[in-house]
């Protein structure tokens, strides 16, 4: 998709092997985290959220871990599959704010 | 259920010209939110409707402007188009405007300004 410009962090993993994805945010009254994936020639699909009050979220494969001292977020995948192959962006929202501010998107390769 | 519809989904236009984008929501999905992606600026929040009224707004030029009908259906607006203005254009719908609501994205329309 668009998101897969010039110059996006990329991780290559193989089949199989756990993938975290990074995400630095910039605001210290964010209070809210997105985890998005977007495939080629596709929108953004939601994959996991977190809130401020949590530290560690698990969905199905997924995993988000918040550290709010350094305003770090990161996106475990276990087991990553080719079908995860994709450009993930982190989104933080400001306390009382419904507006996004999108991160610059990590592009993940796992190669079979 | 149906997902999010855009149309078209490619476009050309020359600078100065305008452009009307279109999305549907997902059905019973009343708040429609707007997004321009670029290599250069990433994604970036445009502006959300919701029951006909835009609730949010983004930073960008009043070149930018959109609408939505009594059905959810939303149009978007360019004027004046400029170079920059190149992207991709995402639509998403929620069933309302709360925070924390998941949001399913649209594929997009791809404007490119020439």
């Known amino acids: 998709g668009e998101s897969v410009g010039l110059h996006l962090p990329t991780l290559s993993v193989q089949e199989g092997d756990n993938s975290i994805i990074n995400c630095a945010y910039s605001?210290?009254?964010?209070?809210?985290f997105i985890w998005y994936k977007q495939e080629s020639g596709k929108g953004p699909q939601f994959i996991i959220d977190?809130?401020?009050?949590?530290d560690k979220r698990q969905g199905q494969r997924v995993t988000v871990l918040l550290n709010k001292t350094v305003k770090h977020l990161s996106l475990q995948i276990a087991a990553t599959q080719p079908g995860d192959s994709a450009v993930y962006f982190c989104?933080?929202?400001?306390?009382?704010?419904?507006?996004?501010?999108f991160g610059r998107g990590t592009s993940l390769i796992v190669h079979p | 259920k149906a997902g999010v519809t855009q149309t078209p989904r490619y476009l050309i236009k020359t600078r100065g010209q305008q452009v009307t984008l279109s999305c549907s929501p997902i059905?019973?999905?009343?708040?429609v939110s707007w997004y321009q992606q670029t290599p250069g600026q990433g994604l970036q929040f445009l502006f959300e409707?919701?029951?006909?009224?835009?609730?949010n707004k983004g930073n960008f030029p009043g070149r930018f402007s959109g609408r939505q009908f009594s059905n959810s259906r939303s149009e978007m607006n360019v004027s004046t188009l400029e170079l920059g203005d190149s992207a991709l254009y995402l639509c998403?719908?929620?069933?309302?405007?709360?925070?924390?609501?998941?949001?399913?994205f649209g594929p997009g329309t791809r404007l490119l300004v020439l």
């Open positions: 605001n210290s009254a964010s209070d809210y």
């Open positions: 059905s019973g999905h009343r708040s």
């Open positions: 989104a933080e929202n400001r306390e009382g704010s419904y507006i996004p501010t």
């Open positions: 409707y919701f029951s006909e009224t835009q609730r």
């Open positions: 998403a719908s929620s069933l309302t405007s709360m925070r924390g609501e998941t949001q399913y």
């Open positions: 977190i809130r401020s009050n949590m």
